[in-house]
């Protein structure tokens, strides 16, 4: 069973501030990572696929980088809307797994 | 456009059961698998099982089997969850998900498109 340590769980960004956040998987799962995007009340959106391919839809300020245990979902240049709550998810084993979840703030 | 539609919030005592449903429209509903997965207050996200809308195979969390059903009506595109012997952790949200489709003959297991969610409060 994969365990994932998804950091920050919260984190607070200026418009135009570039974003990390950091999903590390207990084993290796390739890239078998997938990065969502939720706002209270709605459904969660697919944001980023297999670690790095964007959804199509999906502002190219979002990219993911990672393959192995270690990956990073990055939003450049920030904007107020993407006030949400991210999570990670690995698709590699089961049972799938998440992670804690970052929820990110702008101020 | 593709929707999961679920049904409204369920209030329930220790023991009972509890069914969500998952209505799916804006795509064929027999061409993709549907998965469940709840959160907890202030817990992650938790994947509990899938059926293949088509021929309504199912593969469950070890956590949840023998516990939770997942079965669907073809006829009204909609997939259901059935959680049994409620105790208060299981008080979440649950969340329906429809399974990424398949290219090139390869199945992704993970979801593209999610529900809002089901609030399921289990008190005595």
């Known amino acids: 069973e994969t365990t994932l340590t998804q950091s920050p769980a919260f984190m607070s960004a200026t418009p135009g501030d570039k974003v990390n956040i950091s999903c590390k998987a207990s084993?290796?799962?390739?890239?078998?990572m997938n990065w969502y995007q939720q706002k209270p009340g709605e459904a969660a959106i697919f944001i980023i696929q297999?670690?790095?391919t964007l959804v199509p839809g999906i502002p190219p300020r979002f990219s993911g980088s990672g393959y192995g245990t270690d990956f990073t979902l990055t939003i450049n240049n920030i904007e107020s809307e993407d006030a949400a709550y991210y999570f990670c998810?690995?698709?590699?084993?089961?049972?799938?797994?998440f992670g804690q979840g970052t929820k990110v703030e702008i101020k | 456009q593709v929707q999961l539609v679920q049904s409204g919030a369920e209030v329930k005592k220790p023991g009972a059961s509890v069914k969500v449903s998952c209505k799916a429209s804006?795509?064929?509903?027999?061409?993709?698998?549907m998965h469940w997965v709840r959160q907890a207050p202030g817990q992650r996200l938790e994947w509990m099982g899938w059926?293949?809308?088509?021929?309504?195979?199912?593969k469950y969390s070890q956590k949840f089997q023998g516990r939770v059903t997942i079965t669907r009506d073809t006829s009204a595109s909609t997939a259901y969850m059935e959680l049994s012997s409620l105790r208060s952790e299981d008080t979440a949200v649950y969340y329906c998900?429809?399974?990424?489709?398949?290219?090139?003959?390869?199945?992704?297991?993970?979801?593209?498109?999610w529900g809002k969610g089901t609030t399921v409060t289990v008190s005595s």
């Open positions: 998810l690995q698709h590699d084993n089961f049972p799938l797994s």
């Open positions: 804006g795509y064929t509903f027999t061409s993709y698998a």
């Open positions: 297999e670690a790095t």
């Open positions: 998900a429809r399974r990424a489709r398949c290219t090139g003959g390869v199945c992704p297991y993970y979801m593209d498109v």
């Open positions: 059926i293949n809308a088509g021929n309504g195979n199912t």
């Open positions: 084993q290796d799962i390739d890239d078998d």
